[in-house]
C-alpha cells in the first residue's frame, strides 16, 4: 500500500484545502473515500504532522474538523499494525461508519 503512494512531503503541505480531512467526508463514494484517506495519511510523518495540526487548532476552538483528524490519525495507526488484506477490508467498513456518524452529527 504505503510503496505505492509519494514520498512523504513536507508537513506544511497538509495544511493546505487539497488535503482537508474532509474530503474523506464528502467523497462520492466509498472508494473516493478511501483514496482520499491514503492521500492525507500515506505514512508515519504525514500521521504526526497531521496529528499536530489538529492539537495546534483545538487550542483554538474544539469542531468537527479536529475530531476528524484525530479519529483519521488513529485508524491510520491502526492499520500500520495489520497486514494489508485486514487493513483494506477494515478501511472500508470504518470509513462508512465514519461517514455515517459524520453526517448524522
Given at each position: 500500500m504505503d510503496a505505492f503512494l509519494p514520498?512523504?512531503?513536507p508537513a506544511p503541505a497538509l495544511l493546505n484545502c487539497a488535503n482537508?480531512?474532509?474530503m474523506v467526508l464528502t467523497a462520492p463514494d466509498l472508494?473516493?473515500?478511501?483514496r482520499?484517506?491514503?492521500g492525507l495519511l500515506p505514512d508515519?510523518?504525514?500521521v504526526d504532522a497531521l496529528a499536530r495540526h489538529a492539537i495546534s487548532h483545538a487550542r483554538l476552538g474544539s469542531g468537527s474538523g479536529y475530531a476528524l483528524s484525530l479519529t483519521l490519525v488513529g485508524m491510520r495507526l491502526q492499520e500500520f499494525k495489520m497486514g494489508?488484506?485486514?487493513?483494506t477490508r477494515c478501511r472500508q467498513d470504518s470509513l462508512r461508519s465514519l461517514r455515517q456518524a459524520f453526517?448524522?452529527?
Amino acid at each position: 500500500m504505503d510503496a505505492f503512494l509519494p514520498p512523504a512531503s513536507p508537513a506544511p503541505a497538509l495544511l493546505n484545502c487539497a488535503n482537508d480531512p474532509r474530503m474523506v467526508l464528502t467523497a462520492p463514494d466509498l472508494d473516493s473515500a478511501e483514496r482520499a484517506f491514503l492521500g492525507l495519511l500515506p505514512d508515519r510523518d504525514h500521521v504526526d504532522a497531521l496529528a499536530r495540526h489538529a492539537i495546534s487548532h483545538a487550542r483554538l476552538g474544539s469542531g468537527s474538523g479536529y475530531a476528524l483528524s484525530l479519529t483519521l490519525v488513529g485508524m491510520r495507526l491502526q492499520e500500520f499494525k495489520m497486514g494489508e488484506d485486514c487493513a483494506t477490508r477494515c478501511r472500508q467498513d470504518s470509513l462508512r461508519s465514519l461517514r455515517q456518524a459524520f453526517t448524522a452529527a
